[in-house]
């Protein structure tokens, strides 16, 4: 997580949603979907397959 803060990402994608949400992350869908915020930046973290909806569709996520 320090690295995407660190890089300015605005999306993590992975399978293993679980060692991305920390207790300060806001969880949006349990499993799927959390914001992980700092003072300084924001962060998405979107399971795989949640994700992989989002491209298909061409929805644009917004923190």
Request: aromatic residues 10%.
């Amino acid at each position: 997580m320090e690295v995407a803060l660190a890089g300015r990402a605005d999306l993590v994608v992975t399978s293993n949603f679980k060692d991305f949400v920390s207790y300060r992350a806001d969880v949006r869908e349990p499993e799927r979907v959390a914001i992980h915020s700092t003072a300084d930046a924001r962060v998405i973290v979107a399971h795989l397959f949640t994700a992989a909806a989002w491209f298909r569709d061409g929805r644009i996520v917004i923190p």
